[in-house]
């Protein structure tokens, strides 16, 4: 498979920078970190650490690299400034329709004309401007938040919905062991009214096909143009829902996928991400 960094991606509009550091660094002067140093006073480690961790602005902006030269610009350094280490981030995706979801697998896929043209990435959505304006989570967005993150859950490119990407090697360790027994949430909107006959028929299927997963069907609305399903599935499995439907002679118009666990994608919006909180768990 050729480099993530290789394909030709669709660049997303906003800069990637959580806050825009000052637009000139002074020429000459002296490295951000020694003058922090001074300044608390503390060694010049603990400086490159307040400075990496947010915690430092010049002229009023944030600046995380320590490199950073000043000479007569305001240093202030955050009251609440801590050394702790700052603890790797995972954050939750609204993608929308027709988007790759940034996934090895969703990549190997692509074809090459597909390639040729470019295609919208899900992961060029990962960007400040992108930042829920009401993100509940509390966390401080940096620019370390931005990199080094790995999709995780696949979601097919015509699905809008939850996605997850994360810097947590504990978060990924999970969502990959526990896939198999972890609930995925998915509305669908089908063509046309769904008869309690048809409903029956989605949900005897997998008793009639012993290698389908564990999946529960149940209709949330029912109209003569328009009805939406929910289904609720054991594991992330790309194509079932479509499959399931054409078996039962529905045709899908919308997929939407809302929960993965307990991690809900609620009034996130579209094309949106936040922080998962601290208290949330898979």
Not at 48 to 55: D, M, N, S, V
Not at 167 to 174: A, G, L
Not at 186 to 206: A, C, Y
């Amino acid at each position: 498979m050729r480099p993530v960094t290789a394909l030709r991606t669709k660049p997303a509009t906003a800069a990637s920078a959580p806050e825009a550091a000052p637009a000139i660094e002074a020429a000459g002067g002296e490295r951000l970190s020694k003058r922090v140093a001074a300044l608390v006073p503390c060694s010049r480690t603990e400086a490159e650490q307040y400075i990496e961790g947010g915690w430092v602005r010049v002229d009023g902006k944030v600046v995380e690299e320590p490199q950073f030269r000043v000479r007569h610009q305001t240093i202030a350094i955050d009251p609440h400034a801590s050394l702790l280490a700052q603890p790797p981030v995972t954050l939750l995706l609204h993608k929308p329709a027709d988007w790759v979801d940034g996934t090895e697998e969703s990549l190997a896929k692509l074809n090459r004309q597909t390639r040729r043209n470019g295609f919208n990435d899900a992961r060029t959505l990962l960007v400040a401007a992108k930042h829920m304006a009401k993100d509940p989570s509390g966390i401080r967005l940096l620019q370390r938040h931005l990199k080094q993150l790995s999709a995780m859950v696949p979601l097919e490119n015509a699905a809008s919905g939850l996605i997850v990407f994360t810097q947590d090697w504990r978060i990924e360790r999970k969502l990959e062991e526990d896939m198999g027994s972890m609930e995925h949430e998915v509305m669908v909107d089908v063509k046309g009214e769904v008869s309690e006959q048809t409903l029956r028929i989605l949900n005897r299927l997998q008793d009639s096909d012993a290698d389908l997963p564990q999946t529960k069907v149940s209709i949330n609305s029912n109209t003569p143009e328009r009805s939406k399903l929910r289904f609720a599935i054991k594991g992330a499995h790309r194509g079932l829902i479509a499959h399931l439907c054409q078996r039962a002679q529905l045709e899908i118009l919308e997929m939407h996928r809302i929960r993965l666990g307990r991690v809900a994608l609620r009034d996130l919006p579209v094309g949106q991400w936040r922080f998962l909180a601290p208290g949330e768990r898979f």
